[in-house]
Structures are given as structure tokens and as C-alpha cells.
């Protein structure tokens, strides 16, 4: 740069250089970078339009060209609203004037759903961001616009997906609870008739065919109850409950269950709870004793001689939860490594053939997997082909209130320091005999043979002798009586209070020659309670020797019957199906109940109602005309200055929540079909007991 510059003598000129190769890359630079701008943003797939402040179009890339249809040259300066349909125009306009006095600040991230016009008047949906841009030439405004389109047809497809699915579910679960009832009522004739016939004189023969009938019904009812099972998990109609259990009775019950099956085929079955193992706890004990039922019967059934033994241990524990380790282990089959990959998968099972020996639905693992996942827990096997399985499982159970201490057994302190000889060839047997007895305070020694129990008995007859000796029925080379007889024969041991250990329930001890040798019996599997009654009892007999009742194979009728042939309990049966009334008549009169009166709908209930007063009534849940909700809620109506009616519903819907859907329409209890005598018994004891007050 030249300046002129005027002295006294005489004019210059002075040049200024300045360097401003810096300036010079900062511009390049900045050229470059608003190049690159333009650029990217021009190949963007999405609209980029810029406006000034009064809306107009100053920008416009190759999306917008795209998307909308115009060329940059036939949009400029148009107001962005044009792009919108004039229907849609003033709610855009809304949220621009909105963005524009609020500040992007307020709107950051935001976007904004509206529909389009393209040039050749096509509608379609968009959603718009906006951003701010100031400069030195005032404030700019620039909008991407997205084209949602195949967005929207997306999610369009997946709603109408969704829809078709729920829809799709509830029609399956409709149609389930539809089958169940229908397949329930005829099961409820053939269980219920079956039941009757089997309390009538019959010969061998017959006994055999109705003793059929009775278990395959059952196996075909178990098969119905996986299926639904498995159809309300998938659904996800499943409900837990959270209530308080025992453990040990839980466990109990469900060898007890299978204990006869077991000893049909002369295979042990016996259950281990570990001392440390807490007892009184909340959960689901429904749900824990299905999948404990589904490990055992599997054991069984695919075991064909020697024991399956159920093994319950802590894994751990904090102050007020548990986490409980449930093992199954059996001495069959096993199961190759291929089939172990597909065992708790649905419809799967180890043998798949046509000629498979062993049935099954093939759901009961499925659905254990499930319900164990929804106790907080994992669940697997350990297999080893030919020589057995171990299945296992755990579950997380919350502890009951501090306050319920798990107090130790009746009248302990008459069998601490007792000596007792357990005699049992099955090594698992002894051994959790010897754990029940220590924890009672009790000094257990084992043998597995007659000739070790006998040394046993002599040796501690010269100093401290034995007080109680358990004698298993089947010992090597003799059994438990001959022993018994061994024993009572020779003075010196002769004094030794025996108990008899009997394989199953229905092992009739009149059977047996001698029994005049022991104090008591026991059958297996052994209830812990059962086990240390019998042994208190025994202990407190030191001197007095009582022979034992010998059980008569009676049946659960012929007690009732003695109890209550002279009842004078009114009974209202409400229930359309005519097999149905028939087994339900039969089994009232089978319990001593004649005062009983049949209706075949919920409006020929109420007719009889009104009439006549009655103890109790059992209510069909689905009749013509008038089902038993709406029944049950004019009797409720009807009666609400007078005495109130036990109403026990009856139904072969056996969903989750039906229940309680009973309940709030003012019934009492609920029975589903099929149902044993002895459980409709005991509910109409339970309610015609029971001092009702006026609700």
C-alpha cells in the first residue's frame, strides 16, 4: 500500500507492506469449509431449507428438489407455509411463530410432525427441526424437513400387527378357556363315575378295569393342564402368588403324590431337607410344587429300578430372602448330550421316536423353565447316559415375619440322647433317617443288613443298648420281620422297641405274619412330622408293649358315610349338563347327603330359591338363560334381610384370575371340574360349619 507524505523537502511516498498469506488461508479455509457445506448439504437425502426472518425460502437443496419436486430457481423466495397444505397450514404456523419468539434454546432437539405438498399436489407426512443462524447480515432461519412416509406405513404395518396379534391372543385365549370347559365337563363325568364305581363291590377284574379308567383320565387331565399351562405363560396370564408356606409340607405332600407310582415300579423315593434349609417361607407354593411334581414324575418314569431322591439345600441367604436349591436325581435312563440341548424347549423330549416307550405332552420342562425364571431363579440338568440325571433348579422365596419362629418338633426332649438303629439296605435312606433323628437330639447309628444290625444290637446290649431299632420291610436275603423275630428271640436284645418301615401307603400290614414284634410301623416316604410322632410315642412305651391296629384297606367313603348319614343339610345344585347332575347326586348321596334339589339354570335357581330355604348351594358357573354370576348376584340381592347361603361355584374354566372372579361376584369358595369327592366334601363341611354374618 503507497502513502503520499509531504516534508520541507519535498513530497514522498511511503509504502507499507503487509504480510497476509495468514488471512489469505483463513479466507481459503473458510471458502472451503462453506464449499464443503454447500456441498453436503446439497446431497443431503433430507430437505435443508433456509428462510429469512418473514419465512421466505433463500435456500433450497437437492432433498428439498427430491422430496417436494421444485427446482431451487422455482421456490425461492416463496413462503416455506406454501410447502404445507392450507389444512395443516395454521398448526405449522402456530409452531414456527412459537420457535421463532421462544428461541431455539426452548425447542432444541425438537421436531415437529405435519404433512407436505409436493409440486404435483401430492400430500404426505413430514417432520420438521428448525435452527437459528445469525450473521452479519441479520438472522437466519433453516428447517430439515424428513419425508416419514415409509416411516409411517412402518408403523402403521406394526400397529396393525400389534392389533392382529393381541387380537390373534385373545381369540386363542377365548378358545382355550372355551376347550377347557368342554373337555372338563365330559372329564368330569368319567373321574367323578369312576371314583363312585370304585367304592362298589367289584370283582378283581372289574376293580383292574375301573382302576384304569381312573389313571388314565388322570394322565389325560394332567396332559389338558400342561397345555394350558403352557398356553397361559405364552399369553402372559400367568399370575404368582405371594403368600405364606411351609417348605417342608410342600415337599411332602408332592412325594407323597408320586410315592405309589414309585413303589409300583420298587424304586426308593425319598426326599432330603437340609437342616439349615428354612421352612417357613412366601412365595407361589402351587407353582413350586408343579415343577417339583413334573422333575419327580419325569424320575420316575424314566427310571426303572433303583431310587430317585429329592435333595433341597440353601445356596444362600441374607436376613429376609433365600435362595433354595432344589436337585432330582434318579438312577435311569440318562439322556445323550444332543437331546440335553432341546430338553426345556417346548413340544421336546430325549426320545422323539415313533416307537418312544415313554409319553408325555413334552411341555412339562418348557413350562418349568418358565416358572422358575419367574421365581428369580435358574434352572438345568447334569446327565449322565446310562447311569442317570440330576435336575435342578432354584428359586428365590422370601422369609415369613421374624416374628414366626420355626420352633422345633413336638415333645423333643423325649428323644434326646436316645439311641436308634436304623436298618435299611438303600444307603440314601439311612442317611437321611440318621440326619432327622440328630436333629432331634437323638444318637443314630446305621446298618444295611440283618447280620450288622444283630451284631450292632448285642455289642451295645453290653453297655448302653439301643432304645428304638427301625426295621425296613426288604432287607438282603430276609426281611424286616424275620429280623424282628431274630431280635424278640434272644434276651438280651429283646427288649428293643421296633418299628416297622413299610414300602407305600397301600402296603397292608395284615400281610404280614408276627406283627405282634413291633411297637409301631411307618410307611415310606416318611412325613417328618409322622416320623417324629411315631418315635415319641415309641419312646415313652420303654416298659408297655402295644401291638399295632392293622389298617384295613377302607375307603374314604365308608368314613363319611358313618358321619353323616343323618345330616340335615339342604343342598341346591345349579348345573345344566345331565352327566354333570348325575355325578354330582351320586356323590352327594355317597357322602350321606338326601336332601338335595337340581336346577338347570340360573332362572330355575332363583325360582327354587325364593321358595325354599337351603345350607348351601352349588352354582354352576356357565348355564343358559342365566349364568352364575348374574345368579349369585340376585341371590346376594334377594337375601339381604335374611340368612346368607353359602354359594360354592362350580366350573370347568380353570384360567388364571377365575378364581377371584367368583369371589368378587359373591360366591363363597370354587371348584373346578373335574373334581374328587373328597375335595366337594370338604367344602361343603368347610361352609356348612361355618356362622355366616350378613355382608
Known amino acids: 500500500m503507497l502513502s503520499p507524505v509531504k516534508t520541507e523537502t519535498g513530497d514522498f511516498v511511503i509504502a507499507v507492506v503487509r504480510d497476509v498469506t495468514e488471512r489469505k488461508k483463513n479466507e481459503e479455509a473458510l471458502q472451503k469449509s462453506e464449499s464443503q457445506l454447500r456441498s453436503i ?194 399369553a402372559g396370564r400367568l399370575h404368582f402368588e405371594n403368600i405364606d408356606f411351609n417348605l417342608g409340607e410342600i415337599i411332602e405332600d408332592r412325594i407323597e403324590l408320586q410315592a405309589e407310582s414309585a413303589f409300583a415300579k420298587n424304586i426308593e423315593l425319598i426326599s432330603f431337607i437340609h437342616r439349615d434349609v428354612p421352612q417357613y417361607l412366601c412365595g407361589d407354593p402351587i407353582r413350586i410344587g408343579q415343577v417339583l411334581t413334573n422333575f419327580i414324575g419325569n424320575a420316575i418314569k424314566f427310571t426303572e429300578e433303583g431310587e430317585v431322591t429329592l435333595n433341597v439345600t440353601t445356596e444362600s441367604e441374607t436376613d ?181 418301615l413299610l414300602p407305600g401307603k397301600n402296603t397292608d400290614i395284615k400281610d404280614y405274619r408276627d406283627l405282634d414284634f413291633f411297637t409301631a410301623e411307618l410307611h415310606k416316604p416318611i412325613r417328618q412330622a409322622q416320623f417324629n410322632d411315631c418315635l415319641v410315642k415309641v419312646s415313652v412305651q420303654s416298659v408297655e408293649k402295644t401291638t399295632p391296629t392293622v389298617k384295613q384297606k377302607t375307603s374314604f367313603n365308608d368314613n363319611f358315610e358313618a358321619k353323616i348319614s343323618s345330616s340335615n343339610i339342604r343342598i341346591l345344585v345349579a348345573e345344566d349338563n345331565f352327566i354333570s347332575q348325575k355325578v354330582i347326586i351320586s356323590q352327594l348321596h355317597r357322602l350321606g347327603y338326601t336332601r338335595i334339589n337340581v336346577v338347570s339354570n340360573g332362572l330355575e335357581l332363583l325360582e327354587e330359591f325364593k321358595k325354599s330355604e337351603y345350607d348351601i348351594i352349588l352354582m354352576d358357573v356357565q348355564m343358559p338363560e342365566m349364568d352364575g354370576f348374574e345368579a349369585t348376584s340376585a341371590i346376594r340381592r334377594f337375601e339381604r334381610d335374611t340368612k346368607y347361603t353359602p354359594i360354592i361355584a362350580i366350573t370347568a374354566h380353570i384360567f388364571e384370575g377365575e378364581r377371584d372372579k367368583c369371589l368378587k361376584a359373591g360366591m363363597d369358595d370354587y371348584l373346578g371340574k373335574p373334581f374328587k369327592i373328597k375335595i366337594l366334601s370338604h367344602l361343603i363341611e368347610k361352609w356348612t360349619k361355618k356362622e355366616f354374618s350378613m355382608q
Open 320 to 500: 429376609d430372602k433365600v435362595l433354595i436349591r432344589f436337585e432330582v436325581k434318579d438312577s435311569g435312563i440318562g439322556i445323550s448330550s444332543e437331546a440335553q440341548s432341546k430338553l426345556f424347549q417346548a413340544f421336546t423330549q430325549a426320545d422323539g421316536s415313533m416307537t418312544r416307550k415313554y409319553g408325555g405332552t413334552g411341555l412339562g420342562l418348557a413350562i418349568s423353565k418358565q416358572l422358575v425364571e419367574l421365581m428369580n431363579g435358574e434352572i438345568g440338568v447334569y446327565i449322565t447316559p446310562e447311569e442317570g440325571s440330576t435336575f435342578w433348579f432354584t428359586g428365590q422365596f422370601e422369609k415369613q415375619l421374624a416374628s414366626i419362629a420355626i420352633s422345633p418338633p413336638p415333645y423333643i426332649a423325649d428323644l434326646l440322647g436316645a439311641k436308634v438303629l436304623i436298618v435299611d439296605d438303600n444307603q440314601t435312606v439311612r442317611r437321611v433317617l440318621l440326619h432327622q433323628t440328630a436333629s432331634w437330639g437323638m444318637i443314630g447309628t446305621e446298618a444295611e443288613s440283618a447280620d450288622d444290625a444283630l451284631y450292632l444290637l448285642r455289642n451295645a446290649a453290653k453297655g448302653k443298648p439301643f432304645d428304638i431299632a427301625i426295621l425296613d420291610l426288604t432287607l438282603p436275603q430276609t426281611d424286616g420281620v424275620d429280623l424282628a423275630r431274630q431280635i424278640k428271640s434272644d434276651s438280651e436284645i429283646a427288649d428293643t422297641n421296633l418299628i416297622l
Open 41 to 234: 448439504t446439497k446431497s443431503a437425502v433430507d430437505a435443508i431449507i433456509a428462510t429469512d426472518v418473514e419465512g421466505k425460502i433463500i435456500s433450497w437443496n437437492n432433498g428439498a428438489e427430491s422430496i417436494f419436486g421444485y427446482q431451487e430457481k422455482e421456490i425461492l423466495e416463496k413462503s416455506l407455509l406454501s410447502l404445507i397444505p392450507k389444512k395443516f397450514r395454521r398448526a405449522t404456523e402456530h409452531w414456527l411463530n412459537r420457535y421463532a419468539a421462544k428461541g431455539e434454546s426452548l425447542f432444541l432437539g425438537q421436531t415437529v410432525e405435519s404433512h407436505g405438498l409436493r409440486k404435483n399436489g401430492e400430500e404426505f407426512p413430514l417432520e420438521l427441526s428448525m435452527n437459528t443462524w445469525k450473521t452479519s447480515e441479520g438472522r437466519f432461519y433453516s428447517g430439515i424437513i424428513r419425508d416419514i412416509t415409509e416411516q409411517k406405513q412402518v408403523n402403521l404395518e406394526l400397529e396393525k400387527a400389534r392389533d392382529a396379534a393381541l387380537e390373534s391372543a385373545r381369540l386363542k385365549a377365548e378358545f382355550l378357556a372355551n376347550m377347557s370347559h368342554e373337555i372338563r365337563t365330559p372329564m368330569n363325568g368319567v373321574i367323578g363315575m369312576t371314583g363312585l364305581l370304585l367304592d362298589t363291590p367289584l370283582d378283581e377284574v372289574q376293580r383292574d378295569f375301573a382302576e384304569t379308567i381312573e389313571s388314565s383320565a388322570d394322565s389325560l387331565l394332567r396332559i389338558i393342564d400342561d397345555v394350558l399351562d403352557f398356553s397361559k405363560i405364552e
